[in-house]
């Protein structure tokens, strides 16, 4: 049988939960943005499966897909610049290394 | 727009005006607090003339609708006891712009926190409205925070916030209590309370609880044993000037609120709990007393002696005959005078000698003969050596406490005050002895004696003493309707 | 039938890297393995008929983002440490397979009210439409320009050598 | 006496307020001219002098009372009514010209003895004052005016204690004399709640008035009267509250004359007189004055028989006859009190200015360091020697006559107190002729060659000695005694001759002279050596001399192990650890728990998110379970 809605959906879980256990888990600020970009993708096959199954006409899914799409590139633009910032200063990108922000 | 309200924004809109001021015009901001604090003490002189001594009750009444949602308005009047803390907190206001003349570090701000200061507690003495009481009651903690974190000296940012702290705590037992009442009679305005029967309605808490709540917010700040030990901090870390407005006004708030809601809308808890209070007034005096005397430091010292000497409004307020209240009222513009110019001429004494060590000093009467002359006045004002006004105040209490009929157990509680007097006398003599008398110490050979200002605004303090002390008629006359319809709630 | 076998096949790539990268100790390996998702997930957007998403994914994504990705790797010199982990990989493997479990069961669960109709193809046109005739995106549009344009000078201001 | 106009009278403490006043404000400017300061100042005394006397002859002519009913002060209503107002009775009118007289020569003796001084404005000033509230004291119609003129004078007495108060000793004996008569003033101003409690007035008649009626029930008049008796004793410097009268004398000489030896010190007895109405109701309390009165007299001659200070000999002397003066009023009444103030305040102020005088020219107070002035100051000699058998009670001395008094009633009433006066009468007799044999006769260990003070200190002190001699002769027909109370008790006083008829007189007589005789036994002819006999009574000289420890106990015992370091300490422990200390630990405990929770925020995004993805966790738990 042709996939439905569930098994798309369950892949972008599954998707989503892998980018989401690495951005809690890895120490590398480079690495934590990968995982961001691969939730962001499986936000983007949740919203284009729901575009085809439910609403296949109007399409509206897919339009925020777009939508995430610019946010991903922005994100990622933004947040690059903010680490290479970091590490001009303080020459580590490590997570565990940058916590002034406390107390 | 009436008068009152002139002398309540006066200093305010003083302090928007300093803050438009180029950092750099020093005079400039040093005269514009000069002026806003004169107009407010000529006006109130001038109300302090006009008031209508024979009708008594509350004069120079304004009213204006401010938040009609909870029936809160703009209420502001005065009556005999409210309008002698005007004036004294104008005067007082007025001085310790004076006092403050060579202040170098950030004038403009200094100058500016000075006249918010002194608007916030002429708002609390004014407002006839419970709201409008309550806020002018806490706004005064920040520019007062900032007088003492800023300007102070010593552990300042502890003592401040030491200060505001303890007074939050007791504020907000009082919003309670505001707000208990607002609950129970729909209205915020003390006029209308005054003729309220609370025991006909629905009372949101209970009477009594009620009372403590406004006590314990009067409590802390005038200050009664055991939430005395913010005063002795504050008053010593804070400069000079904000010194003589805590000690001269400031904590009459505690005093003036006591005698307003307390007395005024409690009088059977005031009578049913009296006892408990005169004994925590009877602490105060003597246990009070007793700290003043093992202090080493001068400006704590005098700032210990409040403690013992507030002991006798409470004991004044709460011995409930009109001549104690009488007394207390006396005793808290009394005081206003004496510790105002004990702290400025401790001021003026510790800026000369950069000392202020009790045991450091010494022998200075030769040295400084005019400061010893001003320093032996207001000490024996606070040791109520007759002629003073302290001695009309204390002695006022004493009688009207003992005599009272009210509070049975008053008497004995009196009698045990009486020491008070006895330790004021050894604080103050010990302290005189110490700082002034004494062979003369080399290292202050070249202390410079008080200037023209200086002699001029302690001689205004050490003229307003002895009038009322050789002439206590000048303010019994005001006071005399507040305490007699005052004491009507007791049966005269 | 082709169409399942694309999907499982392609499944498979997407979640095969996606472990890929989480596991991978080099970190440019990683950022490959990136692209190979982002490829992977193009193809899953070309099953789903969304043909203008599977251009705008490679394009973007691929083309632009793993690429920058890759170049700021290279810059801060992050490839000689490796990718370590911390040291709370337990409990977020715990936390992360129970948020997942409730998804799929959700998922799983629910009654999707699916459509019966063929969706528009192409979508290119029909998206377009969508986008600039007025019907409430062309502000999303104009405020997604000046994201973009701050983005941009932002990240020239964080970048900038300072003097 | 209605022909005295009022102001007149208010003239009388007036003057000497002005002269105050002149001196703070105006005179002071004329800093070169400081003589000014005596001259304005001893005017306006001259002048309240001459007023006093004119209204003493008034009195005895009329022997009515005036009322000067005076102005409202301090009113309230109904509730409390002050009224500053005159009384001018005869026991007024005494004391008038006692204060007015004696104020008036100490200050003309002072233009001699402060002689270049450089305070001279401070020192005529604070005279000036002490006058005025000393008249004012004694004019007063109400307790709490009294009360004010009261605190007023010993303000004054500290002032002038301490006046040069560059010199440790004399600024500690300024606070410990405000201080321990302050002690007293507690007494007193308690007595004065209590009065005003129940009676709703403060008006000197009116109580009396009152009492007499039995308005007054006799448990507060007895707690009343002991109140006001603490008073007394503070001031008048009576056992235990007379350590700081010693101490005084640190101040200049002719304070000492003034303050300590005839007005304020009087001012106890004043007051115990002017109270007397309320006095003879109880019974109790009359005792007790009698009794401290007693104690005191012959316990101060105990210690002024071993003193080697000319000063603290009178000193003790002072209070000895202080407490003389007390036994004289519990015992006798208020004529026989007040008739020893009388004469007492000539002749020991006298007695002042001759040490003082003895002083200027040797620079010395110290009797060891004396001897042989006799020859060398004449005049000084002369009457230092009338003021001592004034005071040693020898007749025609006025002294004589007051001693004799106080001695009749108490061998009317009391036994037992009758043998402690005449002890004393015997120990004044021996220290004071002790002082002038050893200041006087011998030889001169000086060593600066003394002279003979100036003219203007001489001539005060022979007016007081003339006064010494004759203040007695005024009750020889009972003059006195009928002045202040009408019904005469003593109906045997008849002449100064006619006194000596009784035996008592001879007695007393006897007892005096043997004082002399020893003191001339062992002090000029050294018959009996001092030292021997001081070691053979090695006790009670220690004790003597040592002023019965009592110095220690107050200040070293209770001020300061009790009060400053027990109680005192304790207290501020108390405040600082335990009432500030519970205020700091409470924000101590908000900082300290701060600090383990803040542990959470380590600054780790990554376990933020964690704690986020627990949060959804748990959240999506739910929404399962909620299917």
Redesign the interface.
Same mark, same amino acid.
């Given at each position: 049988?042709?996939?439905?809605?569930?098994?798309? %959906? +369950?892949?972008s879980?599954?998707?989503? /939960?892998?980018?989401? #256990?690495?951005?809690? &888990?890895?120490? /590398?600020a480079?690495?934590?943005? +990968?995982?961001i970009?691969?939730m962001l993708?499986a936000v983007?096959?949740a919203l &284009?499966?729901f /575009?085809? #199954?439910?609403?296949?006409?109007e399409?509206?899914g897919? %339009?925020f897909?777009? #939508?995430v +799409?610019?946010?991903?590139?922005?994100e &990622?633009? +933004?947040g690059?610049?903010?680490? %290479?910032?970091l590490?001009r200063q303080r020459h580590t990108?490590?997570?565990?290394k940058?916590? %002034?922000?406390?107390? | 727009m009436g008068i009152l309200s002139i002398i309540l924004f006066m200093p305010v809109i003083g302090a928007l005006l300093i803050v438009l001021i180029p950092a750099s015009n020093v005079r400039l901001t040093k005269y514009t607090a000069f002026v806003f604090t004169l107009i407010p003490l000529m006006l109130s002189l001038y109300l302090f003339g006009s008031y209508d001594r024979m009708s008594g009750g509350f004069q120079f009444e304004e009213f204006a609708q401010w938040i009609p949602a909870i029936n809160a308005n703009y209420h502001i009047g005065v009556d005999g006891l409210s309008l002698s803390l005007v004036l004294l907190t104008t005067l007082l206001s007025f001085i310790s712009v004076l006092v403050s003349w060579k202040t170098s570090f950030r004038p403009r701000a200094f100058f500016a926190w000075l006249l918010l200061l002194e608007t916030s507690i002429l708002g609390v003495f004014v407002s006839l409205d419970l709201l409008l009481f309550f806020i002018f009651w806490e706004i005064e903690l920040i520019p007062m925070y900032f007088l003492i974190a800023l300007w102070g000296s010593g552990r300042r940012e502890y003592s401040a916030i030491k200060y505001v702290l303890y007074t939050l705590f007791g504020g907000a037992f009082m919003l309670a209590g505001i707000l208990s009442l607002y609950f129970t009679a729909g209205t915020f305005s003390v006029v209308e309370l005054y003729q309220t029967d609370f025991s006909l309605l629905a009372q949101a808490l209970p009477l009594a609880a009620t009372f403590f709540l406004f006590f314990i917010g009067f409590a802390v700040k005038l200050p009664v044993f055991p939430f005395h030990t913010w005063l002795p901090d504050a008053h010593t870390d804070a400069p000079t000037a904000a010194s003589i407005m805590l000690a001269g006004s400031l904590i009459k708030m505690g005093g003036y609120g006591m005698f307003r809601i307390c007395l005024g809308l409690f009088p059977d808890e005031a009578q049913h709990y009296a006892p408990l209070i005169l004994a925590l007034a009877v602490v105060n005096i003597v246990y009070g007393g007793a700290i003043t005397l093992k202090q080493t430091d001068i400006k704590r010292l005098i700032a210990y002696s409040s403690v013992s000497h507030m002991g006798f409004v409470l004991l004044g307020l709460f011995a409930l005959s009109e001549l104690s209240l009488l007394g207390a009222s006396l005793q808290l513009i009394s005081h206003g005078l004496i510790t105002g110019l004990l702290f400025a001429v401790t001021g003026i004494l510790i800026h000369n000698t950069h000392e202020r060590h009790i045991k450091k000093l010494g022998g200075l009467a030769r040295q400084v003969p005019v400061l010893t002359a001003i320093f032996v006045v207001g000490g024996v004002g606070a040791m109520a050596v007759p002629g003073t006004s302290g001695f009309i105040a204390e002695v006022t209490v004493f009688l009207g406490a003992f005599s009272t009929s009210v509070v049975s157990s008053a008497p004995v509680f009196t009698l045990i005050s009486l020491t008070g007097i006895l330790l004021a006398a050894a604080y103050i003599l010990t302290t005189l002895l110490k700082v002034f008398f004494g062979p003369p110490k080399p290292t202050f050979d070249h202390v410079h004696d008080v200037t023209l200002m200086e002699k001029i605004y302690c001689g205004v303090l050490v003229v307003c003493i002895f009038a009322i002390g050789l002439y206590p008629k000048l303010i019994i006359d005001i006071l005399e309707p507040v305490v007699a319809s005052m004491a009507l709630l007791w049966g005269g | 039938m082709g169409l399942q076998i694309a999907f499982w096949l392609l499944s498979a790539i997407i979640v095969g890297s996606a472990l890929g990268v989480v596991w991978q100790i080099n970190l440019f390996r990683a950022a490959i393995l990136l692209i190979v998702c982002f490829l992977a997930t193009a193809g899953i957007f070309v099953i789903l008929s969304a043909d203008f998403i599977a251009a705008a994914q490679v394009i973007i994504n691929v083309g632009a983002v793993a690429i920058l990705i890759i170049l700021s790797i290279m810059l801060t010199r992050e490839v000689t440490r490796g990718s370590p982990s911390n040291r709370m990989g337990l409990p977020a493997f715990i936390l992360v397979g129970v948020f997942a479990v409730c998804v799929i069961f959700g998922v799983i669960t629910t009654t999707w009210s699916v459509s019966k109709v063929p969706p528009t193809e192409p979508t290119t046109a029909a998206l377009a439409n969508l986008l600039l005739d007025g019907s409430g995106f062309v502000f999303v549009i104009q405020l997604s320009a000046i994201m973009l344009i701050s983005i941009i000078i932002g990240a020239i201001v964080l970048l900038k050598e300072k003097e | 006496m209605s022909n005295i106009p009022e102001i007149l009278i208010w003239l009388i403490p007036g003057l000497p307020l002005v002269s105050f006043g002149l001196l703070l404000l105006v005179v002071r400017l004329f800093r070169n001219r400081s003589v000014w300061n005596g001259y304005v100042a001893i005017m306006a005394t001259a002048a309240s002098f001459c007023l006093s006397i004119w209204v003493l002859f008034n009195i005895i002519k009329s022997s009515e009372i005036l009322l000067i009913p005076g102005f409202d002060w301090l009113t309230l209503g109904n509730v409390i009514n002050v009224k500053i107002g005159l009384i001018v009775d005869p026991l007024t009118a005494i004391m008038l010209v006692v204060v007015t007289s004696v104020s008036l020569l100490v200050q003309i003796y002072s233009l001699g003895y402060m002689h270049g001084s450089k305070s001279f404005n401070r020192y005529y000033a604070f005279i000036s004052l002490f006058t005025m509230a000393m008249l004012g004291l004694v004019m007063a119609d109400n307790l709490l005016v009294m009360f004010m003129c009261w605190e007023i004078v010993g303000f004054c007495s500290y002032q002038l204690i301490g006046f040069w108060f560059h010199r440790q000793p004399a600024a500690r004996a300024a606070r410990k004399a405000f201080f321990i008569t302050r002690i007293g003033d507690f007494g007193f101003l308690a007595a004065i709640i209590l009065i005003f409690s129940s009676t709703g007035t403060l008006n000197v008649m009116e109580i009396h008035s009152m009492a007499a009626a039995g308005l007054v029930s006799g448990t507060i008049i007895t707690w009343a009267t002991l109140g006001i008796f603490m008073g007394a004793m503070g001031k008048s410097s009576q056992f235990p509250l007379h350590t700081w009268l010693p101490d005084a004398m640190e101040g200049p000489t002719p304070v000492s004359a003034l303050i300590h030896a005839a007005t304020m010190v009087a001012a106890g007895v004043f007051l115990v007189a002017r109270m007397y109405p309320l006095f003879e109701h109880s019974q109790t309390t009359l005792a007790t004055v009698a009794i401290i009165g007693g104690i005191t007299a012959l316990f101060a001659g105990t210690i002024a028989l071993v003193m080697n200070d000319i000063k603290k000999v009178l000193a003790y002397s002072t209070i000895s006859q202080l407490g003389y003066m007390m036994l004289g009023l519990g015992l006798g009444g208020v004529a026989v009190g007040i008739f020893h103030l009388f004469t007492h305040a000539f002749f020991k102020a006298l007695l002042f200015m001759g040490a003082g005088s003895i002083n200027h020219s040797t620079g010395t107070f110290d009797m060891r360091k004396m001897g042989g002035l006799a020859r060398l100051m004449p005049w000084t000699f002369a009457t230092f020697i009338i003021g001592s058998l004034s005071l040693a009670g020898i007749w025609p001395m006025a002294g004589f006559f007051s001693k004799e008094e106080i001695l009749a009633s108490a061998m009317a009433n009391q036994p037992v107190l009758f043998v402690l006066a005449l002890a004393t009468a015997f120990m004044t007799a021996f220290y004071m002729f002790r002082v002038v044999f050893m200041t006087f006769t011998g030889r001169c260990k000086s060593p600066v060659k003394p002279h003979e003070s100036g003219r203007i200190m001489v001539i005060p002190m022979v007016v007081l000695a003339v006064l010494a001699i004759c203040a007695g002769w005024f009750n020889a027909t009972g003059g006195f005694s009928g002045l202040l109370v009408s019904d005469k008790a003593h109906g045997w006083l008849y002449g100064i001759f006619g006194i000596l008829s009784h035996p008592l007189a001879w007695i007393s007589l006897l007892v005096a002279s043997g004082g002399i005789l020893l003191a001339w036994a062992m002090y000029y002819k050294r018959w009996i050596s001092p030292l021997k006999v001081s070691s053979r009574f090695w006790a009670p000289y220690v004790i003597f001399s040592h002023k019965y420890w009592i110095d220690e106990l107050y200040e070293k015992y209770i001020g300061q192990k009790l009060l400053n370091s027990g109680l005192f300490n304790l207290f501020n422990r108390f405040d600082s650890i335990v009432i500030d200390g519970v205020v700091n630990d409470i924000a101590n405990l908000n900082l300290s728990s701060g600090k383990i929770i803040r542990r959470v925020q380590s600054g780790n995004l990554q376990l933020y998110a964690l704690f986020f993805l627990l949060g959804v966790a748990v959240i999506s738990i739910l929404a399962m379970l909620a299917r």
């Open positions: 049988m042709a996939p439905g809605l569930e098994h798309y %959906l +369950i892949l879980a599954v998707l989503f /939960s892998i980018g989401l #256990f690495g951005t809690v &888990v890895k120490r /590398s480079v690495l934590i943005l +990968i995982c970009e691969i993708a983007n096959i &284009v499966a /575009s085809r #199954f439910i609403t296949p006409v399409l509206t897919q %339009l897909a777009i #939508f +799409i610019v946010v991903a590139a922005a &990622v633009a +933004i690059l610049a903010i680490i %290479l910032a590490y990108i490590d997570t565990k940058i916590d %002034l922000l406390k107390w | - | - | -």
